[in-house]
C-alpha cells in the first residue's frame, strides 16, 4: 500500500461504524377490502360490505444488514458513497466472509471500498424518496445505494462520539411501545441509537443494550439511558442531512432534531 493510500486508509477506517442509513420497508398504507355477496335476482344490485383495514408494515428492527463504503478524495474532502444490503437480503454471513474490498475498489474506480457490518437495525420504519436508490452487486452481494458522506475534517474521524454530517435525507420512525437507547450530551443534545453492530464484539445482542452504559467509556457529562415509547418517534428529515455518532463499540447514533 502507497503512503498516501495508507494516510488515508488511517484516516477514514473508522467511519465505516457511522454510516447505518436509509432505506427499508415501505411506508404502511391503508386499503379497502371489499365482500360483494352474490345478487339474489338479476333485476338487483349486489349487496357491498366495504370494510377499511389497517396494514402495518413489517418492522425492520432487528434486521441484519451490511454496507460497502466506497471512498475517494475529491476537492472538498474525502467522499463515501454508501451502499446497503437491506431490504435486498440480510448479508449473508459466508458471503460476508469471502468479500474482496480490494476488488470492488478496482472495479468501482475508487480509492478504497470499505466493509461495514455485520450491523442490526434498532428502527421500525424508514422513510425516503427512492427515486436516487441505485442498485448494485458488490462482490457478489446485491446492494442498494442510499447515502453519501463527505468527511471535511479527516482528524474528527474515528472519535468517538464525535458526530457526522451524513447525507441519506431519510426519517426514522420508532413505533409506540418500543425501547430506544439515548446519548445525551452536556449541552441538551440527544443521539438514538439507530443500528448495534457486531464487528467489535461479535456477541453483542438487543438485549444486552439497555445494559451498555457500564461498557461505554462515556465523555464527561454524557448519560446513556434506555426509555420505552408511549407514541411513535421519528428521527430525522428528508430534506436535510443527519448527523451521526458512534460509541465505542460502534454502535451508531442519530441527532434527535
Known amino acids: 500500500m ?7 486508509f488511517l484516516l477514514v477506517a473508522p467511519l465505516v461504524a457511522l454510516t447505518a442509513c436509509g432505506g427499508g420497508d415501505d411506508e404502511a ?26 396494514v402495518v408494515a413489517e418492522s425492520m428492527r432487528g434486521k441484519r444488514y451490511c454496507e460497502f463504503l466506497l471512498l475517494a478524495p475529491t476537492e472538498n474532502g474525502i467522499v463515501a458513497t454508501v451502499y446497503n444490503t437491506f431490504p435486498l437480503n440480510d ?18 474506480g475508487v480509492v ?22 441505485i442498485t448494485k452487486t458488490l462482490s457478489g452481494i446485491e446492494m442498494n445505494r442510499y447515502a453519501t458522506v463527505t ?9 468517538p462520539y464525535s458526530p457526522q454530517t451524513v447525507d441519506r435525507k431519510a426519517t426514522f420512525m420508532f413505533r409506540a411501545g418500543a425501547t ?24 453483542l445482542v438487543e438485549s444486552d443494550l439497555a445494559g451498555l452504559a ?5 465523555p464527561a457529562g454524557w448519560t446513556y439511558a434506555s426509555e420505552t415509547l408511549t407514541e411513535d418517534f421519528v428521527v430525522g428529515t428528508d430534506r436535510a442531512p443527519a448527523q451521526v455518532l458512534q460509541d465505542d463499540l460502534l454502535n451508531s447514533y442519530s441527532l434527535v432534531d
Open 29 to 54: 398504507t391503508t386499503v379497502a377490502i371489499t365482500d360483494a355477496s352474490s345478487a339474489p335476482v338479476a333485476t338487483e344490485p349486489a349487496a357491498v360490505e366495504s370494510t377499511t383495514t389497517e
Open 214 to 218: 457500564t461498557r461505554l467509556t462515556l
Open 2 to 8: 502507497s503512503r498516501p493510500l495508507s494516510r488515508l
Open 151 to 159: 468527511i471535511t475534517d479527516p482528524k474528527s474521524v474515528g472519535i
Open 112 to 133: 478504497l471500498a470499505m466493509a461495514n457490518g455485520p450491523r442490526y437495525w434498532l428502527m421500525d420504519e424508514v422513510g425516503r424518496d427512492q427515486g436516487d436508490v
Open 91 to 108: 448479508c449473508p454471513a459466508d458471503q460476508w466472509a469471502s468479500i474482496d474490498p480490494p476488488a470492488v475498489a478496482q472495479a468501482e
Open 180 to 203: 430506544i437507547f439515548v446519548l445525551s450530551a452536556p449541552d441538551g443534545s440527544r443521539f438514538v441509537m439507530q443500528s448495534w453492530s457486531q464487528q467489535r464484539d461479535p456477541n
